[in-house]
């Protein structure tokens, strides 16, 4: 099946008179149609940058974006102000991690809705209107007619989320960027809103890519799972295979953080030490300084990727071509 999105060793910087911030750093990966990948991590690993290049949502006069963004065969890099109007939108819809932010607080749901589509879809107002009451049905809001009428401070946060899904899905995008779009939902609306996500995305086969740093979240969405650190893909490889059996120690730490499975009298294994300043990234792994299996050569040499399998990739000098290492 032809791929969907092909992003290609892309790079992002963020230069200021002070430092230049290397926020992405050669990141590769493909997405098919139908298919939901999740890109995980840490905060400031270069998830959600990664998402807004693809969108070129990133301010200009102070980043520089390198590599190969292809989305349906057209090269987002290359296209002009018109035509990125259309992709954004009508090809491609992006969820946002807070709603409040990201919807008009001047404008109704409705309206801002019905615009949408009269201006990707070329609909008439009440055309357009209908449309925005099906979105609204569709995503299990209560009441759909009477909160086309709301602002969006009028409403919850479980039903502003689904209002940006609404609108997100308005055009029939045919790739969906969601950016952590449950962080700030309790847990009860935060699983209806991922269930409804799924189902959502199984019955239109959009091409999807989940940006989160929850392992719950995930395991409950994705297909594939590309793991971030400091701007680079280090694991990729099908959900069950990367939570039951990840190659890499970042992946392993992340795994044995979590409560999931521990006992109540056990510790939570922390990974030691932070995140890297992405202003001086170290030569070699920037995982070493807090690797327990970190090896000289780790602390000089940028690992390449290497596959044990054709799904799986992982970036450690601890898994030659054939196999994992198995951790100590």
């Known amino acids: 099946m032809t791929a969907l999105v092909e992003v290609s060793d892309l790079s992002v910087r963020f230069v200021t008179r002070e430092a230049t911030v290397h926020a992405v750093n050669g990141v590769s990966f493909s997405v098919r149609p139908g298919e939901v990948l999740c890109i995980l991590g840490e905060s400031g690993s270069g998830k959600s940058v990664t998402l807004r290049a693809m969108m070129r949502l990133l301010p200009p006069r102070r980043t520089r974006i390198d590599g190969t963004i292809r989305i349906d065969g057209q090269d987002v890099l290359a296209l002009d102000k ?47 209107r209908a449309r925005a009451l099906e979105l609204l049905e569709l995503v299990k809001i209560p009441e759909a007619e009477r909160r086309l009428a709301n602002y969006p401070h009028e ?25 952590e779009p449950t962080t700030a939902l309790d847990a009860t609306v935060q699983i209806q809103v991922l269930i409804l996500l799924r189902r959502l995305q199984r019955e239109l086969g959009m091409g999807t890519i989940f940006v989160t740093h929850d392992l719950g979240v995930a395991s409950e969405i994705a297909d594939r799972i590309a ?28 795994l044995a953080s979590t409560v999931h499975g521990q006992s ?20 070699g792994c920037a995982f070493a300084p807090r690797c327990i299996h970190a090896q000289p050569a780790c602390r000089t040499t940028m690992p390449e990727p290497r596959w044990p399998s054709p799904d799986r990739m992982a970036r450690c000098v601890r898994i030659d071509d054939a196999a994992l290492v198995a951790a100590e």
């Open 82 to 128: 018109r035509r990125l109007r259309e992709l954004r939108g009508g090809l491609v819809s992006m969820i946002f991690q807070e709603p409040m932010t990201a919807l008009d607080p001047v404008y109704t749901i409705g309206t801002q809705i019905t615009e949408t589509v009269m201006r990707h879809k070329g609909n008439g107002r009440s055309a357009a």
């Open 227 to 254: 793991v971030m650190y400091a701007g680079r893909i280090v694991e990729e490889g099908p959900v069950a295979d990367v939570l039951r059996a990840p190659m890499h120690p970042y992946t392993q730490g992340l």
């Open 155 to 179: 409403l919850s946060g479980g039903l502003r989320q689904r209002a940006m899904i609404a609108m997100a899905l308005s055009c029939g995008p045919r790739l969906l960027l969601a950016d």
């Open 264 to 283: 109540r009298d056990g510790e939570i294994e922390a990974i030691p030490g932070s995140p890297p300043d992405m202003r001086r990234l170290p030569s």
